[in-house]
């Protein structure tokens, strides 16, 4: 069917094999890019197709995001599908149980307000508090980057060596180094459905980088967006239909 193909001058993914384990960013992966995290569009048929993708994959399938827990929830609904938010922080398991990084791993409280104050008045960037990690997003101050990295850095520099700041798109994030993509691929290869699957994870950023390592050290695929999907969430959303049966589609 037309609307299932993928354009393939822009994209080499591979074909879906049903012994996959998937692993799925969510912003610049599923959806496209906004000027602000709130900002974001989600398609009308992107629920369906994780259902029956995952359906297809016999429930091997898992969003792994630094979106917050609530907001994965939001954006997927009504789907509630097996889950790492904040980049690994909050884990939910193919049960529903979940699984929570400890409070030692959380960004310090006096640096949420350091944070705060000095962009307040910042024109358009956007603090983004979330319970383990602080996101600062530049996409509408373009000119403010520097600004941004150099505030980051030194809240952090020299005083809590376990936590780093992560380059993302047209944004920086305070995290700990514990906490990652990665870390929660190699937790939910576990589990069931996923243990004993290829492991294959697609990601469009710097921040997808340890699940892509991840996916590869458990024997798996790296599928970034801009190599294998012509850079287009559009296209990742399409191939995802490829994964419904036949009757399905």
């Avoid at 297809?56 to 939001?74: M, N, P, Q, Y």
């Avoid at 409070?103 to 307040?120: K, L, Q």
């Avoid at 990295?149 to 380059?167: D, H, K, Q």
């Amino acid at each position: 069917m037309a609307s299932m193909e993928l354009n393939l001058s822009q994209s080499h993914a591979p074909v879906p094999r049903r012994d996959w384990a998937l692993f799925l960013d969510i912003d610049g992966t599923l959806i496209d890019i906004a000027p602000s995290p709130d900002a974001v569009k989600v398609s009308d048929t992107l629920a369906a197709s994780l259902a029956a993708a995952g359906r297809w994959l016999a429930g091997a399938l898992a969003i792994v995001s630094g979106r917050t827990f609530a907001k994965i929830d939001e954006l997927m609904a009504p789907l509630v599908l097996p889950c790492a938010g904040e980049h690994g922080a909050v884990i939910r398991l193919p049960d529903g149980a979940i699984r929570n990084a400890g409070a030692e791993h959380a960004v310090p409280n006096a640096w949420r307000e350091r944070v705060h104050v000095a962009t307040r008045n910042w024109h358009g960037v956007i603090a983004e508090f979330k319970p383990y990690s602080i996101a600062v997003h530049f996409r509408q101050a373009p000119a403010r980057e520097r600004d941004v990295r150099c505030l980051l850095e030194t809240i952090v520099a020299g005083s809590a060596p376990n936590f780093e700041i992560l380059s993302a798109r047209m944004a920086f994030e305070i995290r700990h180094r514990s906490v990652t993509k990665g870390a929660a691929v190699h937790e939910l290869m576990k589990h069931t459905p996923f243990f004993g699957r290829t492991p294959v994870f697609v990601g469009d950023d710097v921040t997808d980088e340890d699940g892509f390592r991840a996916a590869r050290d458990l024997g798996g695929l790296a599928l970034h967006v801009n190599e294998a999907f012509g850079g287009e969430p559009s296209n990742v959303r399409r191939w995802l239909k490829t994964f419904q049966p036949p009757n399905e589609g």
